[in-house]
């Protein structure tokens, strides 16, 4: 599977799809200030949905001094929003796919933060350019219940026609908040797109060995080491 190129297929389709995602039945006060928030954990996954994509597009709107004036804070409330949302964790590991088991613990807590703060700053700096378009939601055939998982459907509309996204969101438990642990754009499935990534980051950077020969730890965890750091900036 070809990667996703954030910097370019990201921004053009994403933006839209994941501003419907940055509340999970959170109610955001949009002012100059850091957003609070209220989390009651109620609703259908459609319906949260729903019902916080206007709060977010009127956060944005509202705070658009902020990222030239304070771009650090501006940067951690939108992380505050998203977190309870988005498993970034989960995601982050998914990403690492097998390299997950040959990172130390230290590795694995720096490309989780790594992995949110490219995400969020991405995501910050598409959406102060962002320009208008329509969502909808596409309703399920029948009530969600007696499961953990759902996939919730949206059709956006911009200016280069109409895309559909596909989130994959799970919860723990009957009484936990959804979050999105994966997404799909048309055919494009982003996990696979992002762990493809980081597989090809980690490979360019191991050592080319003799026929017979065996990668060791070391050269392993450097290399992981390197695809971490060098994250998002290409």
Avoid at 44 to 64: A, C, D, Y
Wanted: aromatic share 10%; with cysteine; charged share 20%.
């Amino acid at each position: 599977m070809k990667p996703i190129k954030l910097t370019h297929l990201f921004w053009q389709h994403f933006r839209c799809a994941l501003v419907a995602l940055a509340m999970i039945t959170v109610t955001a006060t949009a002012s100059a200030q850091a957003p609070k928030l209220v989390i009651d954990g109620t609703g259908t996954p459609h319906q949260v949905v729903e019902s916080v994509t206007e709060q977010l597009v009127v956060f944005f709107s509202s705070n658009k001094n902020r990222l030239n004036e304070d771009p650090e804070g501006y940067y951690a409330d939108v992380r505050q929003l998203l977190e309870p949302v988005i498993a970034f964790p989960y995601i982050a590991r998914n990403v690492m796919a097998r390299y997950w088991g040959y990172a130390t613990a230290e590795q694995r807590k720096m490309f989780v933060d790594v992995f949110t703060d490219n995400l969020v700053e991405t995501y910050v700096k598409g959406m102060a350019s962002y320009s208008k378009f329509d969502m909808s939601v596409v309703q399920p055939e029948k009530e969600i219940t007696g499961t953990d998982k759902a996939n919730v459907v949206q059709l956006v509309i911009d200016s280069t026609g109409e895309t559909k996204v596909v989130y994959n969101m799970r919860r723990k438990d009957a009484e936990s908040n959804w979050q999105l642990v994966n997404l799909w754009l048309g055919s494009s499935n982003l996990g696979k797109s992002l762990q493809s990534q980081f597989d090809g980051a980690v490979t360019s950077n191991l050592p080319k060995l003799s026929k017979g020969d065996k990668y060791n730890k070391d050269q392993v965890n450097s290399a992981i080491d390197a695809a971490i750091q060098n994250w998002g900036k290409a």
